[in-house]
């Protein structure tokens, strides 16, 4: 199975922050990479597609990029409502796996 | 507007057995995959299993592999998990996740709120 790891599993950073959250992938999975936000007691919500398509509706502060197996989403100016936990997620083939997740904390 | 509502879910003995449902709205349903996510108190993500529209393929992951039946009505836009030989480590927030095609792989891109499985004695 394809192991997807992320760091770090803290952040602490402000309002107004450009943050960079990295995923690893075990092994080549051609940009086949989701990131979701969660809120406290909500369901994900998708941001990124393709390792860097913007989910429509999305703010345009995230991005997502992708060199070999190492995917990142950056917030570039972060927002009180910014603050959760992020994952990312292969879906190569199955079993689709996720990362264990970036809490985002306000400093 | 898409809408995915869980039901479902309670309180269970282990070794015990639970469907869960999911009613499905705002899309044409019959051409979506769709698949179950779920969620261990204070943990990560994890999926859990995946059917085709037309339900002839199916994915499971191995912990639920022979225990878990996904299954889906068409006619009714609703989508199934019957869980059997339920384990404590089962218990966790079950969401309902549509898949969305893009260039012949899936990922999830909308989900519904949840429902809580717990499997204790």
């Known amino acids: 199975d394809i192991q997807m790891t992320q760091s770090p599993s803290t952040l602490s950073a402000s309002v107004g922050d450009r943050v960079t959250l990295t995923c690893r992938a075990s092994?080549?999975?051609?940009?086949?990479v989701a990131w979701y936000q969660q809120q406290p007691g909500k369901a994900p919500k998708l941001l990124i597609y393709k390792a860097s398509s913007l989910e429509s509706g999305v703010p345009s502060r995230f991005s997502g990029s992708a060199s070999g197996t190492e995917f990142t989403l950056t917030i570039s100016s972060l927002q009180p409502d910014d603050f959760a936990t992020y994952y990312c997620q292969h879906y190569d083939t199955y079993p689709y796996t996720f990362g264990q997740g970036t809490k985002l904390e306000i400093k | 507007e898409v809408q995915l509502v869980e039901s479902g879910g309670g309180l269970v003995q282990p070794g015990g057995s639970l469907r869960l449902s999911c009613a499905a709205s705002?899309?044409?349903?019959?051409?979506?995959?769709m698949g179950w996510v779920r969620q261990a108190p204070g943990k990560g993500l994890e999926w859990v299993s995946t059917i085709s529209g037309s339900g002839g393929s199916t994915y499971y992951t191995d912990s639920v592999k022979g225990r878990f039946t996904i299954s889906r009505d068409n006619s009714r836009n609703t989508l199934n998990l019957q869980m059997n030989s339920l384990r404590a480590e089962d218990t966790a927030v079950y969401y309902c996740?549509?898949?969305?095609?893009?260039?012949?792989?899936?990922?999830?891109?909308?989900w519904g709120q949840g429902t809580l499985v717990t499997v204790s004695s």
């Open positions: 705002g899309f044409s349903f019959i051409r979506i995959a």
């Open positions: 996740a549509k898949h969305l095609d893009y260039g012949g792989k899936q990922y999830f891109d909308h």
């Open positions: 092994q080549s999975i051609n940009s086949w």
